[in-house]
């Protein structure tokens, strides 16, 4: 992971800065707020969940000036960035405690977004407490050029340190942030996660290893592979025992990190897909098991999700042309590998919404989507 944060900096020297600031009209972005103040872990059956009012677990935020669907957020400190969505490249800073957006950036006027993959980086290093590193690929069909960056963020929000991008001094610790620039390597190679002849549409990726160098990513139809975040090369590709004609898309993927036998546990669900996977980082190979999904969430994919205190929800999805998409909420217990469908729905139909746990793992937020 030290070695991606240092090509960042190297990067960021060759990049132009091209942020512009922008208004904030329209009312198009739907965004909600679930208000996490009970403990999941003792919700056991649906009974004591229909005890729950909707409007004592649900809050309207205040609207963006973008419409996302597929978007994917990060967050830092009081701050949830929104980066990208399907065909849309502009990227916000939402302030939790403001209920205001701010522009960041948007991404290169040659990618294009169909269901991409931001995660944030962990810089064992730690050089500068106020960067966040984000690493941006995928979302792009079997033919079309896949797309790698990075960006170095810092807090639009802090006038002392960025006003969106423009800066008023020539420091080069200041220079060319906020901006998505290519992931290259330390002899100026350009590193690109995928090839063209794979969909990258609805991946999926998560950090583990020991060390936070390993990026696991799923993707369309079946594969499973390991990015070294550290080398800056692929170690691994596998493929998922998935029945045939299934397939995955747009799913739930979270990590499980055990770190007495050195093993990385990884929960995968598509539609009726359930997956237990576990990697041996010395051996370099993965264990598959299979995973009971519940009827009632069965069809769906493209569904917000959110890991919490051992229990994971989801919230809403989209069944395709099968059904109309119920806007229910679901709960899956790890430890008790088991499901439940609560009462209470969404405000409305969310398809291809995100959801975020915040940092201080109080609330939980749901960005984007589309009604109907």
Known sequence: MDSICSDMKNATKRSKSSTKKKSQKGTNFFAYLFLFKMDLTDIKTEKEASNLTIGALFETLAPCSSQFIKTQCVTRNYEILICGGYFKRDCYSYHTLKDQYKYVCSYPSSVQLDGHCVIKCINNANDNANELILLSFGGQSNGQKKHTLIMKYVSVWDNDNVDNGNTSTNNDTVKHINEW??????????IIIGINEEDYRGVRGIIGGNNNNLLFITYYPKNIEIFNLDTLQCIKKDVLPIVSGNWIRHHCFILIKDNTNKNNKMLL?????????????DNNTFQFD????CSTIRLFNEYAYVYVNDVILFFDGNSGSFIDVPKAVHKYSIAENKWMK???DLIISL?????????????????GGKNG
Do not use: A, H, Q, T
């Open 181 to 190: 620039v290519p992931l290259i390597d330390k002899d100026n190679n350009s």
């Open 269 to 281: 669900f598509c539609k009726n897909i359930g997956l237990s996977i576990n990697y041996n980082e």
């Open 290 to 293: 299979d995973l009971y999904v």
């Open 342 to 344: 609560f009462d209470y």
């Open 351 to 367: 398809k291809g919404c995100m959801g975020i746990l915040s940092e201080d793992r109080n609330y939980i937020y749901i960005f």
